[in-house]
Antibody
Framework: EVQLVESGGGLVQPGGSLRLSCAAS????????MNWVRQAPGKGLEWVAT????????LYVDSVKGRFTISRDNAKNSLFLQMNSLRAEDTSVYYC??????????WGQGTLVTVSS | ENVLTQSPGTLSLSPGERATLSCRAS???????LSWYQHKPGQAPRLLIH???SRATGVPDRFSGSGSGTDFTLSITRLEPEDSAVYFC?????????FGGGTKVEIK
């Protein structure tokens, strides 16, 4: 059974940092592109970042470029999102997702990040 | 970016009826790289359809996808109480990936 389990969410002040983690199991993690997708309260889903299977390339939505860093550890079947200079508009449920290429096949249940003073 | 618009926002139907959900793109979706997902509260979203019309593994044949270019449809026949969920579409043809706003299906 495929599982993606996110952790690391919580309450952080504006300008602060947070690191999200995602533990993957049940599929060949090292062969899959992985992403972070978020959903702000009452809003639609938004793609945040992607890292290719071997970690050779990363892509970001414009609003997080220079502030967020996606990374992975294929030896530990883990995905990460380092979030710096957080803003109120980054408040969202963050989902770890993965697939063979751009198609998203698997999703986690999400972790809530709240940016507020 | 390719904006996806889903309609209707909410669909309220009885068990056994058919649901028809629409996803319209602002630009043509190359190679019909359009997928559909089911999302129930407290659960991870589940892939139903990819490539506009291919069912994912284990998805019942009551779920079917159709369409091409800018207009796509998800059909659910013989609705069951367990089909109550939010359904959303995703285009994965171009960066950035974009999602539809979702259709909530309620079973009376």
């Amino acid at each position: 059974e495929v599982q993606l389990v996110e952790s690391g969410g919580g309450l952080v002040q504006p300008g602060g940092s947070l690191r999200l983690s995602c533990a993957a199991s049940g599929f060949t993690f090292s062969s899959y592109w992985m992403n972070w997708v978020r959903q702000a309260p009452g809003k639609g889903l938004e793609w945040v970042a992607t890292i290719k299977a071997d970690g050779s390339e990363t892509l970001y939505v414009d609003s997080v470029k220079g502030r967020f860093t996606i990374s992975r550890d294929n030896a530990k079947n883990s995905l990460f999102l380092q979030m710096n200079s957080l803003r109120a508009e980054d408040t969202s449920v963050y989902y770890c997702t993965g697939g063979a290429g751009w198609l998203i096949e698997y999703w986690g249940q999400g972790t809530l990040v709240t940016v507020s003073s | 970016e390719n904006v996806l618009t889903q309609s209707p926002g909410t669909l309220s139907l009885s068990p056994g009826e058919r649901a028809t959900l629409s996803c319209r793109a602002s630009q043509s979706v190359a190679k019909d790289y359009l997928s559909w997902y089911q999302h129930k509260p407290g659960q991870a979203p589940r892939l139903l359809i990819h490539g506009a019309s291919s069912r994912a593994t284990g998805v019942p044949d009551r779920f079917s996808g159709s369409g091409s270019g800018t207009d796509f449809t998800l059909s659910i026949t013989r609705l069951e109480p367990e089909d109550s969920a939010v359904y959303f579409c995703l285009q994965y043809a171009v960066d950035p990936l974009t999602f539809g706003g979702g259709t909530k299906v309620e079973i009376k």
